[in-house]
């Protein structure tokens, strides 16, 4: 069983540089112990998004009276129809990613890769009752949720971002340990559904690393609609009743029916032989270069195993560049304009530098900023919150970061971004024609302003 390249993982990294590595002629063959689509698919991105639209759409039927829709009695919602919806849609695109794998001619084993050493300048891996032997392996064996160690949290049953996505029955409230980008989605979309949520995060601001100015903006949001954050405080331990936390030095309980764990993700280095290779590792993770190539030649790592972005966009990005390496194609990593993008409702995006991050560094810049409201459509679409655009350039006038809070900024980042990876200036960016009336709108109207 001889094969041009292994893939071990079958996420967005995985499956997409499958199909790039077979349309060019590689004898591929994919390993993937639990899911094909990986935990984005299958227990993330997608499902929690599809949740999301559902609050979404209930959010939107208790404001139309704001747009003269009167749509009478208080509006009700069905939790097993939405979790139904969410299972349908997460099948649906499953099998389109099995259909794309098989339509390339790409072997596909779904059980665990165990990789078992090298010989004659072959890489030999088995899995599901086979051996194999390859020129070239990739890694895309992606993350897992990180389960902190706090008193009491072994003794009661607890949500991680798996569980919370298969509830039986809303609880009547939640605390959410963690106020990253999965915490404040699930906020999001629990507060919608009518819980009382409280969020505890040890940093000062909530969403971790994200431009300061519009994740309070955002915080202040749902401060309104009712979702309490207890900020600068630690989890001290956590009992049938609630969490125990420590702030100010002082402790006190918060009474919650459930928790949700959401501190984070970390990479998976371990349970398919990766030690029989002696690869390098950094931070927690394979260590790579700009070809995503690992200090072992003929092995590649994308995706959440570097321990670097652990996003989705990131880690297909990352699977291409490998595959094209290989291939003897001259295609660089570039992690300049990855943009980052929360579904709550606002949503807020990101990409490139953010103030902070220039200002610990002691990097010269300044900002540009205005109102979303500045967009006509932005104020013909929303009557809640005015929003922002911020954009962010360095003494020579090129753009390098812009953050943003309104609907719908995850489908205009992108525009922001094309801006910061290709080094333009304002007056470069500015002269770019854009569709009147939109939202998009914002990014032109605040490089004038």
Known sequence: MKFDIAIIGAGPAGYNAAEKAASNGLKTVIFEKKYIGGVCLNEGCIPTKTLLYSAKTLDNIKSASKYGIEVGSEPTFDLGKIIGRKDKVVKKLVAGVNYKLSSNGITVVTDTANIIGEENGYIKISGGGENYEVKYLLLCTGSETVIPPIKGLSDIEYWTSKEALEPKE????????????????????????????????????????????????????????????????????????????????????????????????????????????????????????????????????????????????????????????????????????????????????????????????????????????????????????????????????????CHMLGNPVSEIIVLAGVAIENEDTIEEFRKHVYPHPTVSEIIHEVLFS
């Open 170 to 401: 809303l609880p009547k409230s939640l605390a959410i340990i963690g106020g990253g980008v999965i915490g404040i989605e699930f906020a999001s979309f629990f507060n919608s559904m009518g819980v009382e949520v409280n969020v505890i995060e040890m940093m000062p601001e909530i969403l971790g690393a994200m431009d300061k100015e519009t994740s309070a903006m955002l915080r202040k949001e749902y401060e309104k609609k009712g979702v309490k954050f207890h900020l600068n405080t630690k989890v001290v331990e956590v009992t049938p009743k609630g969490v125990i936390v420590e702030k100010k030095g002082k402790n006190e309980t918060i009474e919650a029916d459930k928790v949700l764990v959401s501190v984070g993700r970390r990479a998976i280095t371990t349970g398919f032989g990766l030690e029989k290779l002696n690869i390098e590792m950094h931070r927690g993770g394979v260590k790579v270069n700009e070809y995503l190539q690992t200090s072992h030649p003929q092995v590649y790592a994308a995706g959440d195993i570097t321990g670097f972005s652990l996003l989705a966009h990131t880690a297909i990005r990352e699977g291409e560049v490998a595959i094209s390496h290989i291939i003897g194609e001259d295609d660089k990593m570039s992690y300049r304009a990855i943009p980052g993008v929360v579904y709550t409702n606002p949503e807020i995006a990101g990409v490139g530098k953010t103030e902070e991050e220039l200002s610990a560094n002691g990097e010269s810049f300044r900002v540009l900023k205005l109102p979303m409201a500045y967009a006509g459509r932005f104020v013909a679409e929303n009557e809640t919150g005015n929003g922002l655009c911020k954009i962010i350039v360095d003494d020579y006038d090129h753009i390098i970061g």
